[in-house]
């Protein structure tokens, strides 16, 4: 009995690592600055779903299921602190907490269909749709996005989230899209 608990324990402490690796990945400034994502609680969201979409599926194997679904409860547990710290009511949060989670699946179907695909422009469309959608876009953002996200699977496929974070390839691939918003506003 003690090893299932213990294995359960390393698995939640690997599950908040991950996340936390997620986060990181979400908030880079180039995201909001160059590419336009809007620097709000809901673009940030848009970002963090993003990343956890690419984390799972970085996942390989029914071997992962367990870390899969903790990941997800730490996500869950994340916005139930976000919207206590943004001042929504208790009775309010658990129905909020519900949508973001059915949020999340809902973007994780659609960009998972996309990547199937392997078309850069139906994630573009996705991204558009769920990303850039209030505010103006800024001119090539969701087409750099789509191409991060295609460069990203691609290396997720072949090492872990926390290694392609840890060893730069995150940042590089950013760098890389961001040209391709420069090079469509020119």
Known sequence: MLQWLRK???TGRRAGELYGSVV???RQPDFYGNIGVPDTPEGRFELVALHLFL???SLGGPASDVLRQRLIEVFVTDMDDCMREMGVGDLAVPKKV???AAAFYERATAYRRALAAGDE???AERLQHYIFANPPPQRGGSEALA???HEAASALSVQSFDAWLECGFAARS???SVS???MTAT
């Open 24 to 26: 990181t990945a979400a």
């Open 121 to 123: 422009f139906a994630m």
């Open 98 to 100: 519900k949508r973001a």
């Open 55 to 57: 984390a799972i599926e």
């Open 8 to 10: 359960r324990t390393e």
């Open 147 to 149: 191409h991060y996200v």
């Open 180 to 182: 391709i918003v420069r």
């Open 174 to 176: 950013l760098e890389r």
